[in-house]
């Protein structure tokens, strides 16, 4: 079975953009000079085609932060072991993370799902046990996963949201897992037709020569990968050869979230290049994304420009975890509060300009 017929469960529609012109009007009759409010207009309008309301409520906000290992990082790809992934994990669960501080503060649900963590977890308070392997295998050898796995991880990512994001229509992703970056950049590479030189960057901080080794290690997978695959060119061969579990699961919940009509918040460049997957897969997704910060990767910003978007923050960060999530959704309720209760020119007798 391929691939486009696993995405036939992802009925997603295109937004209502016969609700266009109607909502740019009540933008453009606030009581304010004509585009004053930025990007934050450009927001509101975005909520309100996705939700299909000119009166927006962001109700119940969820973030998912996948987690899962890479065989890949055997080679020395990141600055931390991977090891790392699991500690993070009993980090998130502890509350202790920048996630979860983030969460805390705007008041949003956070869920951590172990997709393919390299280790059984004894203690699962707190955690959504949706692990498909205990990580996937090297992609310098070979497919990171086989197809019974991609599509348990699509799937799983589905569930996960219809079971945990009920009465939430707005949710954000966010990912840990030492070695994502490297398939990320390799994913990007192929997705957006890009010398790999452009996509891969530091990650977890990574001197220039360990930069090197990454990018070499990198190069040699892609040209196994196009020496050993013949039909290489299909993206839907690229994904479940490079993509970790954590990444497809994600994938489908994003796909999952945009077929329920709810708001996607994406994080940084791991998280973007898993919605550059989802837009192979169906570019309708595209409508139901919100791109919530420039991450330092320098990757980054090229895949949004692929994605003909643009970032709400640019911070600087570089983390994942979704925290981009948890720091522009506050900036998403006002987009949300300025188009429901700001005046009309109208409504408070105030003269617009000539």
């Not at 994001?165 to 840990?176: D, T």
């Not at 061969?237 to 994003?254: D, K, L, R, S, T």
Request: charged share 20%; with cysteine; proline share 3%.
């Amino acid at each position: 079975m391929g691939l486009k017929n696993d995405m036939k469960s992802f009925n997603i529609r295109p937004v209502n953009r016969l609700m266009d012109n109607q909502i740019q009007e009540i933008i453009d009759n606030k009581t304010k000079p004509l585009g004053s409010l930025g990007r934050l207009e450009t927001k509101a309008k975005r909520i309100a085609l996705i939700l299909n309301n000119s009166q927006p409520v962001l109700e119940h906000p969820v973030i998912f932060v996948f987690a899962g290992d890479h065989g890949i990082a055997a080679e020395g790809v990141s600055a931390y072991p991977s090891a790392v992934t699991r500690q993070m994990v009993e980090n998130f669960r502890r509350g202790g993370a920048a996630i979860n501080v983030f969460c805390r503060q705007h008041r949003i649900k956070l869920h951590v799902v172990d997709a393919g963590v390299d280790f059984d977890f004894e203690d699962k308070t707190g955690i959504i046990d949706a692990k498909v392997n205990r990580g996937t295998r090297n992609f310098l050898h070979g497919p990171a996963m086989t197809h019974e796995e991609f599509q348990q991880a699509l799937q799983k990512g589905a569930e996960v949201v219809n079971l945990h994001a009920q009465g939430s229509n707005i949710i954000g992703f966010g990912e840990m897992g030492i070695g994502n970056t490297s398939a990320s950049s390799v994913l990007m590479s192929l997705i957006c037709k890009l010398p790999l030189e452009e996509c891969i960057g530091k990650g977890t901080g990574l001197s220039n020569a360990q930069l090197m080794h990454k990018f070499l290690v990198l190069q040699r997978a892609l040209e196994r990968y196009k020496a050993n695959v013949p039909d290489w060119m299909d993206l839907n061969q690229a994904i479940p050869y490079f993509a970790g579990f954590e990444m497809v699961m994600m994938a489908g919940a994003m796909l999952q979230t945009a077929s329920l009509g709810k708001v996607i918040m994406v994080d940084g460049f791991i998280a973007t290049a898993v919605f550059a997957c989802a837009y192979v897969m169906n570019p309708l997704v595209r409508e139901y994304a919100v791109f919530t910060h420039l991450s330092e990767e320098q990757g980054h910003a090229k895949l949004i420009e692929f994605l003909q978007s643009e970032p709400l923050l640019n911070l600087k960060l570089r983390l994942g975890e979704g925290t981009g999530c948890a720091l522009a959704y506050p900036i998403l309720e006002s987009a949300c509060l300025f188009l429901r209760e700001m005046a009309s020119f109208e409504s408070a007798g105030v003269s617009q300009s000539s």
